[in-house]
């Protein structure tokens, strides 16, 4: 099982909007709407931000959002702040043989 | 709040194996599927495997069955995580984290455990 194809980085100055792009197959993120997102400051635990496509857990910024179409699903950073400097992972339940995985990551500067 | 609290570092030498534990707390231990995930050093997430505590049931990643061992003991409420034959490129982060509700998501992380792996 291959790791989700992500962008390395993605910029943004605060107040603007970035996309992170999370592409799959259709045996993962193309089948089931068990996408997640998780964002991840350095030398902490992952933090769930977005879960079943484009649902936020209580908590969580109205500023995250999350979609899907076809086999890749996307995280929505609106306007940005200078806190939501982190890394960003998305993780698809697969049902096969490995049940889940991430992808490779995505680093999130705030210019 | 829930916690997920876990045991401390470890170094090993090549060959040898870890147990890491994940105590959770604030919650019913039961309820609830318990999932391992793990970060070499600058590197990514990779999902090792989980358990569901009610009735022991396991799946493991691919890469990591016939090596790897997610067990629980109720009396306890802990959930442990052994991987045997260790190489350096096992050096990681150990997370657990908790499965929300059925819905294949990791709603709750454990801070972590960093096991070395040197000679």
């Known amino acids: 099982q291959s790791a989700l194809t992500q962008p390395a980085s993605v910029s943004g100055s605060p107040g603007q909007s970035i996309t992170i792009s999370c592409t799959g197959t259709s045996s993962d993120v193309g089948y089931y709407n068990y996408v997640s997102w998780y964002q991840q400051h350095p030398g902490k635990a992952p933090k769930l931000v977005i879960y079943d496509v484009s649902n936020r857990p209580s908590g969580v910024s109205y500023r995250f959002s999350g979609s899907k179409s076809g086999n890749t699903a996307s995280l929505t950073i609106s306007g940005l702040q200078a806190e939501d400097e982190a890394d960003y992972y998305c993780n698809s339940y697969t049902g096969s043989r490995t049940a889940y995985v991430f992808g490779n990551g995505t680093k999130v500067t705030v210019l | 709040q829930v916690q997920l609290v876990q045991s401390g570092a470890e170094v090993k030498k090549p060959g040898a194996s870890v147990r890491v534990s994940c105590k959770p707390s604030r919650y019913t231990f039961t309820n609830f599927y318990m999932h391992w995930v793990r970060q070499a050093p600058g590197q990514g997430l990779e999902w090792i495997g989980l358990i569901n505590p009610t009735d022991d049931s396991i799946d493991y990643a691919q890469k990591f069955r016939g090596r790897v061992s997610v067990t629980r003991d109720t009396s306890t409420s802990t959930v442990y995580m052994e991987l045997s034959s260790l190489t350096s490129d096992d050096t990681a982060v150990y997370y657990c984290?908790?499965?929300?509700?059925?819905?294949?998501?990791?709603?709750?992380w454990g801070q972590g455990t960093l096991v070395t792996v040197s000679s």
């Open positions: 984290a908790r499965e929300s509700s059925g819905l294949k998501n990791f709603d709750f």
